[in-house]
């Protein structure tokens, strides 16, 4: 399973970005998707989670209300609708993917800055 994140870039608060997460490999053997964002200095945190069927999501509570993770029937889209941005979410954003044996797979990030 291979990943590959877009979307990225430089908004002002308030605005919106809408990360893309591109899979490729043994999709169909992927049970979840997940963004995860870390800014400088800072641990890598969680932001959301999706199960693939698309069943359940979970958000971080410093996103709650504000961003949308969401994907395609044929797991080869994920995203993140993010709206009303703060300069706190500023962070490289990274996509992950957990398949049927708990493999984890990582994509290389894609940054997200957000200017006062």
């Known amino acids: 399973v291979t990943l590959v994140e877009s979307g990225g870039g430089l908004v002002q608060a308030g605005g919106s970005l809408r990360l893309s997460c591109k899979v490729s490999?043994?999709?169909?053997?992927?049970?979840?998707m997940g963004w995860y964002r870390q800014a400088p200095g800072k641990q890598r945190e969680l932001v959301a989670l999706?199960?693939?069927?698309?069943?359940?999501?979970d958000y971080a509570d410093s996103v709650e209300g504000r961003f949308t993770i969401s994907g395609d029937s044929d797991k080869i889209w994920t995203y993140l609708q993010m709206d009303n941005l703060k300069p706190e979410d500023t962070a490289l954003y990274y996509c992950?993917?957990?398949?049927?044996?708990?493999?984890?797979?990582w994509g290389r990030g894609t940054q997200v800055t957000v200017s006062s």
């Open positions: 490999g043994s999709r169909n053997s992927v049970r979840q």
């Open positions: 999706r199960n693939t069927d698309g069943v359940r999501t």
């Open positions: 992950k993917a957990v398949d049927a044996w708990s493999k984890t797979y």
